[in-house]
């Protein structure tokens, strides 16, 4: 076996000279060469493994190996299903001035992993310092629900919580009468929302919303209240419960609304962020639903010209509130958009992508183990009805091309088609668990490969947000 030291991970502490080194099967381990007595005697007896006490005591030796909160910068979410991807992303964030967010994950992605919040820290970190990176990052608990799912983000070190208050986001019906509306909020709480409802509806007849021929009357407001009541009053009890678990130490707290079946109107926009505010909920991005069809590892689906309009509204309810970015949720591929959002946004703007760092992985296995690639696919096709559930996609299995007929030249054209595209995305749990060892294998061997197709696509990704 042959080992490589990667040049750029070398760092000094104490007259010792800390690096990691790779074997021609793309593994890395950690190497330490000099007299420091001290490290000598911490790093673990596996003392070569990137193991988890390994990582915490680069942590506590070497500050930026933290992540740290973003709060209004550019930024942007890279999401690594397979904590391999860490290495490309910085390859793609050099320069550009966006801060990076590389360990994200949702609790959904983690149990279809097999990963814990830990794992996807320590995976990221590792990733970091291979590359030497020393500018500040993110670490993002995504789409978290409850209470139960943010202490395992907190133990392990994150600095970003999202919100996700979907579960108690409500249908109203556009045909109910004001009457109606009222009625059915009699068991809403007010007193935890600690304003009354006469209060409230008082409060925005006086208030001028900053958008022309957006309005608030009373069945408006009566509306949103209704939709959205609950999930603030979710919010507060989670921000709540966030910055009891973080005491003294800052984080970024974003809100996501995006994965409900109804968009979020410019006023309920408004109502949600003026609510926020009157309890006390300090936030850094706030993540709508927007018009249109925001699918997983596509472009956006919808009319430009209209979304353009929409988003315009949204922004300048950003900027007449001025303390958060608007965070783009399933925001993997979507370019006609991004320029759109950043220039209207000023650039508080936050970028969230989860799964296109694994169609990239696809990509390189497509290029050099067509026949694993193969199996891979047919394997999604078959299981894409069942995976799709709890995805917002559209792929049409009539429309997947059967691996049969298709040569291997063929299958790397299989990342650029919609529907087979939609099916390898939604699938990757499924994947990993029939497929995800000997997958990983052929990833590392391929890690300079995997680095430079992560970097093509992200720079693409990242373009439109760098000013």
Not at 47 to 73: M, V
Not at 169 to 186: F, I, Q, R, T, Y
Not at 237 to 252: G, H, N, T
Request: proline residues 3%; aromatic residues 12%; charged residues 25%.
């Amino acid at each position: 076996m042959t080992y490589q030291k990667i040049e750029k991970s070398t760092v000094s502490l104490d007259g010792t000279d800390l690096s990691l080194w790779k074997d021609e099967n793309g593994d890395r381990f950690l190497s330490y060469s000099g007299n420091s007595m001290e490290l000598r005697d911490q790093i673990n007896p596996g003392i070569f493994a990137l193991s988890s006490s390994n990582a915490a005591l680069l942590r506590e030796k070497f500050t930026w190996l933290n992540p740290q909160p973003l709060g209004l910068q550019t930024s942007a979410g890279t999401g690594d299903r397979l904590g391999l991807a860490t290495s490309g992303h910085i390859l793609a964030f050099e320069g550009s001035g966006i801060a990076p967010v590389f360990a994200q994950q949702s609790v959904r992605e983690n149990i279809r992993t097999h990963r814990t919040p830990q794992q996807v820290m320590d995976d990221a970190m590792w990733g970091i310092f291979e590359m030497g990176w020393k500018l500040p990052w993110g670490a993002d608990g995504d789409h978290l629900k409850n209470s139960e799912d943010i202490k395992s983000f907190v133990d392990a070190g994150y600095t970003f919580f999202t919100i996700d208050p979907g579960a108690y986001v409500c249908n109203v019906d556009p045909e109910s009468s004001e009457a109606k509306l009222k009625e059915s909020l009699k068991e809403f709480d007010f007193e935890a929302f600690q304003i009354s409802l006469e209060s409230l509806l008082i409060s925005y007849n006086t208030t001028k919303i900053p958008v022309e021929n957006i309005h608030c009357s009373d069945y408006d407001v009566l509306t949103a209240l209704i939709k959205y009541g609950k999930a603030i009053l979710h919010v507060k009890e989670m921000y709540s419960d966030v910055s009891q678990r973080m005491a003294s130490k800052p984080f970024d707290f974003e809100v996501s609304v995006d994965e409900t079946d109804w968009p979020t109107s410019v006023f309920e926009h408004f109502f949600i962020a003026n609510e926020m505010s009157r309890l006390g909920i300090q936030w850094t991005s706030l993540a709508p639903r927007f018009i249109g069809r925001f699918e997983k590892g596509v472009d956006y689906i919808g009319e430009l010209c209209r979304f353009e309009t929409e988003y315009k509204n949204h922004a300048a309810i950003q900027k007449y509130f001025g303390n958060y970015k608007i965070s783009l949720h399933s925001g993997s591929d979507k370019f006609s958009i991004y320029r759109i959002c950043a220039i209207n946004s000023d650039y508080k703007i936050h970028l969230k992508t989860a799964g296109t760092s694994y169609l990239e992985a696809l990509r390189v296995l497509a290029a050099t183990e067509p026949k694993l690639f193969r199996e891979i696919y047919a394997f999604s096709r078959k299981q894409y009805e069942i995976d799709k559930v709890s995805y917002h996609v559209s792929a049409e299995f009539a429309k997947m091309r059967a691996p049969e007929d298709l040569s291997d030249d063929q299958l790397p054209d299989l990342l650029n088609d919609f529907h087979a595209r939609q099916a390898l995305h939604v699938c990757f749990g499924s994947v990993l668990d029939h497929f995800g060892k000997e997958f990983l294998v052929i990833l590392k061997k391929n890690r300079d490969l995997y680095d430079a197709q992560i970097k093509t696509h992200f720079d693409r990704h990242l373009a439109d947000f760098i000013h």
